[in-house]
């Protein structure tokens, strides 16, 4: 059957579409013949990838008149024909890292309660997965997806795995899974539950990942490795969408200081590249502010050492002021 890409198509399972481009598909093959149960995963995988191609190729309803016409599921609903694509990737992940699925049949696995599941792989496997490199960065996404798949979250394990995360200081694992907690809603999930606790616990995340890529990017310089400034830039435009999300950093003066002084040490080292990238991603919190208090704090944080790099200082200024002033004044404007 032929069929445009459509809108619709896209959004029916645009979830399983990003994922399967995600970290959590970079697992090397090796890891998934080490299983034991390769022509599952293969199978499962080609499923997976069919079901995607059919998305892409075909318009919404006339996937859903196939799946009634042959009689493959009882309901071709979009919210059901949505957990069996979450179901069709669950499949691939769980058995291409050798773990058992408690049913074979997609219908089933699609209808079960993810967040449960969540608890009971995190029960049996998590110790196993957290020893082997190549898979305890993968099982932990897995798991915080399905904690967030229902319109329900597992606020406890969804915390104990951003900790784990942190713990494992797994900064590409850990920038995902910061992408998961936004793109999925969780945080404004977290927000009219009261959920503080979450809140804090991803805003910590994400200093963690400013530490972490800021080491990173130290070390591989001081072994006199080649660091590409645009992934770094890429990493921190991903880094600083996460940050100016609702919800977290309501004053976000320590981490713009953080970024301010990894462009001033970048700078005096000769690595015009990343001291633009920290400072780029400075300037974009500040011109993402509303509030001129917390903007005007932000500048006179900045240490006096730092006074002398005028450029850095008064670009940030300019960002920051104009932007909170400009808000101000049409808040005035509207009363």
């Known amino acids: 059957r032929q069929g445009s890409t459509v809108e619709s198509t896209c959004d029916l399972f645009d979830d399983s579409l990003s994922r399967d481009m995600s970290v959590l598909s970079s697992v090397p093959e090796d890891a998934v013949k080490e299983t034991g149960s390769k022509s599952k995963a293969l199978s499962f995988a080609m499923r997976h990838r069919a079901l995607r191609v059919a998305t892409i190729l075909c318009p919404q309803e006339v996937i859903a008149r196939v799946v009634v016409e042959e009689m493959y599921f009882n309901d071709a609903g979009d919210d059901y024909l949505n957990k069996c694509a979450f179901g069709s990737y669950l499949a691939k992940e769980i058995e291409s890292m050798g773990l058992t699925l408690p049913h074979s049949d997609l219908a089933q696995i699609s209808s079960m309660h993810f967040p449960s599941f969540a608890r009971t792989l995190w029960r049996n496997h998590a110790a196993m997965c957290s020893s082997n490199p190549v898979l305890r960065g993968r099982l932990h996404l897995l798991l915080l997806e399905l904690c967030v798949a229902h319109h329900e979250v597992e606020w406890e394990l969804f915390n104990h795995l951003f900790e784990e995360l942190q713990r494992l200081e797994l ?149 920051a002021f104009t932007d909170s002033i400009c808000s101000f004044e049409t808040s005035v404007d509207e009363r």
């Open 171 to 319: 900064p590409r694992s850990l920038l995902v899974a910061c992408e998961i907690a936004v793109q999925s809603k969780a945080l404004d999930m977290a927000a009219s539950q009261d959920q503080l606790q979450v809140i804090r616990t991803v805003e910590t995340a994400t200093s963690k990942l400013l530490e972490l890529t800021t080491n990173e990017l130290r070390s591989s310089l001081l072994a006199g490795i080649e660091v590409d400034a645009s992934q770094c830039e890429r990493t921190l435009y991903r880094l600083i969408s996460i940050v100016n999300a609702e919800h977290l950093h309501p004053d976000p003066s320590s981490f713009v200081q953080k970024l301010v002084e990894a462009s001033v040490t970048f700078s005096q080292q000769g690595r015009d590249g990343e001291s633009k990238a920290f400072n780029d991603a400075a300037l974009r919190v500040c011109a993402h502010l509303s509030d001129f208090t917390i903007a005007k704090n932000i500048s006179s944080a900045i240490p006096p050492i730092l006074v002398e790099e005028r450029h850095i200082r008064e670009s940030l200024e300019s960002s």
